[in-house]
């Protein structure tokens, strides 16, 4: 039972452009959620988080949509950058449960061709 | 500020055998987590500690033991170790009265179990 669904395994992007990741989640009680980006041989890397109680946060060419209704939410990177081109992992949490523990999704590997 | 690292870089063992992975967290974080990423998948939590206490534990049998010492750093135990053991093991650390959500991840483990 995958509780987050990144259901694109693989995104190919020129450079400049925008690159939307997405990422789905059934369980209705997650209330914080993150991105996470990895380089090979590398651990994951924190790139950006947003709270249940926003819909949107920004850090400069990053920004994450949060649509709670649908249970989805999507990672903007603008422009796109050879430099992004990594695997990407969308991680939820819930308060309350404890152990701050992050479930995460299968992951999107992102290509930026120059 | 040193992040988090974590020994050894790879390792491979024999099923039934017995391994001990070790993490140090990143300076000021006093909450370690334990991920398992097996090919192709996202990381799964296995546990975390606080306080040298276990708080909190993902579907993973009790072979699979840790510690944390008074210095935060941290140990992952897996005994009778079985061929499906072979994967990443990631270390992340964080800060409770932070967010604690947002942790951070050392470059990983890679055991391979034969």
């Known amino acids: 039972d995958q509780q987050v669904k990144q259901n694109s395994p693989s995104l190919s992007v020129q450079e400049g452009r925008i690159s939307i990741l997405n990422c789905d989640y059934t369980?209705?009680?997650?209330?914080?959620f993150l991105w996470y980006k990895k380089y090979p041989a590398e651990g994951p890397t924190f790139l950006i988080s947003?709270?249940?109680?926003?819909d949107k946060n920004e850090d400069g060419r990053f920004t994450v949509f949060l649509n709670k209704s649908a249970k989805h939410l999507s990672l903007h990177i603008v422009p796109s950058q050879p430099g992004d081109s990594a695997v990407y992992f969308c991680?939820?949490?819930?308060?309350?449960?404890?152990?701050?523990?992050?479930?995460f999704g299968k992951g999107t590997k992102l290509s930026v061709i120059p | 500020e040193t992040g988090v690292t974590q020994s050894p870089t790879h390792l491979i063992k024999t099923r039934g055998q017995q391994v001990t992975l070790r993490c140090s967290s990143q300076?000021?974080?006093?909450?370690v987590s334990w991920y398992q990423q097996a090919l192709g998948q996202g990381p799964q939590f296995i546990f975390q500690?606080?306080?040298?206490?276990?708080?909190g534990r993902g579907n993973f049998p009790p072979r699979f033991s840790g510690l944390q010492f008074p210095n935060y750093s941290s140990e992952l135990n897996v005994n009778a170790l079985e061929l499906d053991d072979s994967a990443l093991y990631l270390c992340?650390?964080?800060?409770?009265?932070?967010?604690?959500?947002?942790?951070?991840f050392g470059p990983g483990t890679r055991l391979t179990v034969t």
């Open positions: 992340a650390s964080s800060r409770r009265e932070a967010i604690p959500y947002e942790q951070y």
């Open positions: 369980n209705s009680m997650f209330d914080y």
């Open positions: 947003i709270s249940s109680i926003k």
């Open positions: 991680a939820a949490s819930r308060s309350g449960a404890g152990s701050y523990q992050l479930t």
């Open positions: 300076s000021g974080h006093n909450t």
């Open positions: 500690y606080y306080r040298e206490e276990e708080n």
